[in-house]
């Protein structure tokens, strides 16, 4: 079982925190929300009709806690690498993880300079997964899309994130299929 250190808790980070810990890996999500999130009206994301931005916060963060991720409402001060994974130093201690998520809009760009890697005008360059250059350090959200940040698409690069971590983990292609309650084979469309 990984454990992924998540700076970030708006969409981006709570999406990869949920699919993470609903499939048994540690995730431990830094933020002190007051993500942009808190200011929108909701009304482009698939499968919510209309709703306020803060309250779709509050039901996400809820959800990801349900599910086994803990949240810890502090800011990350500090981000390093050592020979064992990553060291997260947050304003109550030090927490250690195999992968990183960038998910907290401008402060993930110091962060990432920290850990070395490299910001090129105002943003992370991530490739498909949300890779960054760095291995098992990821980029999601606002900090690799500043112009075009959207609530859904953040949510969806956090699960690209933890799918790429989960099939890393797994050694092969992972998927996570939500079947009904009376299904116990994989997807029949596989």
Do not use: C
């Amino acid at each position: 079982m990984a454990t992924v250190l998540i700076i970030g808790d708006g969409p981006a980070g709570l999406s990869a925190a949920l699919l993470l810990a609903k499939n048994h890996h540690g995730s431990v999500v830094f933020g002190t929300d007051t993500t942009p999130l808190h200011h929108a009206q909701l009304g482009n994301y698939l499968g919510v009709e209309s709703m306020r931005g803060s309250e779709f916060q509050a039901m996400a963060r809820k959800q990801v806690e349900a599910a086994g991720a803990r949240t810890r409402d502090e800011a990350v001060r500090e981000v390093l690498q050592d020979d064992k994974g990553f060291i997260v130093r947050s304003e109550s201690g030090e927490w250690h993880g195999d992968y990183v998520i960038l998910a907290a809009g401008k402060a993930s760009q110091r962060l990432a300079r920290q850990l070395g890697i490299a910001v090129g005008e105002g943003r992370l360059t991530v490739d498909g997964d949300q890779r960054t250059t760095l291995d098992r350090v990821y980029a999601v959200g606002r900090v690799t899309r500043p112009e075009r940040s959207q609530a859904i698409i953040s949510a969806g690069a956090g699960a690209a994130a933890a799918i790429d971590i989960l099939s890393r983990e797994t050694g092969r292609d992972f998927h996570d299929w939500d079947n009904a309650p009376d299904h116990d084979h994989d997807h029949p469309d596989l």
